[in-house]
């Protein structure tokens, strides 16, 4: 099983969720919200080598953290993940976009700097602007766009540009988002989690849920469990062999 996007060092107890992660042999990118996380979330994957760490700065606190973007850019260079990155148009954060704008381009400049990275891209209702970001930045490496809830417009532009997708138990249990998988390329998909944000019912997503994900897609494009974990397998094989560990 594959959980793409995942925040690990949020679960109330983060070295249970990495045990139980790595205890079932799922492979989990675990991404982090600032950069200053990166270093303590990354001791939590040290002892399961199916679990990667990824340097993040959330578009919902680059207005808080942007003077973190030197430590960001330091550490840059001992990843090849980076996320969750991106940029956020809901209501609230929406008086906040420039700053984002400018966390997020600098961001791309760095992973372009340091030979490409494989980016796990925040895009909520501002799909477009991501996709202008990632054009003018397009060495900057491989986009993974998480839980992509933009326009069929929007998806069709994200596809020819090469993007990928990260679809996790939430998204494909709406209609909208079901609608959005069937178009998505099968061999530029990925599942995901979202946990602890993304839940089932009152209780936190675990990585061991990304297994939902896969009925969910099971079902959507109609084929057995076996082929879409297949595809699966073999989609995170192609995306990691594109850029080199550090």
């Known amino acids: 099983m594959i959980d793409f996007h995942c925040h690990l060092d949020l679960y109330p107890d983060p070295e249970l969720a990495a045990e139980d992660a790595g205890r079932a042999r799922i492979f989990v990118l675990s991404v982090t919200t600032t950069p200053r996380a990166w270093r303590k979330t990354s001791e939590l994957a040290r002892p399961y080598p199916r679990i990667r760490t990824a340097l993040g700065l959330h578009p ?143 209780r936190p997503l675990q990585p061991v849920d990304s297994w939902a994900a896969v009925s969910e897609l099971t079902s959507i494009w109609r084929v057995t469990d076996e082929v879409v974990q297949a595809q699966l397998a073999s989609n995170l094989r192609r995306l990691t062999a594109q850029i080199a560990e550090p």
């Open 60 to 202: 919902e606190l680059a207005h808080e953290r942007f003077e973190e973007l030197p430590l960001f850019e330091a550490l840059a260079r001992e990843t090849r993940y980076f996320g969750e990155i991106g940029l956020d148009g809901s209501s609230k954060y929406r008086s906040m976009q420039h700053r984002q704008v400018q966390v997020f381009e600098t961001i791309l400049k760095t992973a372009t700097q340091a030979g490409g990275r494989i980016m796990s891209i925040h895009s909520r209702n501002a799909a477009a602007e991501v996709l202008q970001s990632l054009k003018k930045h397009g060495d900057a490496g491989i986009p993974v766009l998480h839980w992509f809830s933009g326009t069929s417009s929007e998806l069709e532009t994200a596809i020819r540009r090469g993007c990928w997708f990260s679809v996790g138990p939430a998204m494909l249990r709406s209609k909208k988002g079901r609608e959005l998988a069937l178009r998505m390329p099968k061999h530029h998909v990925l599942t995901e989690t979202d946990g602890p944000f993304a839940r089932d019912k009152s």
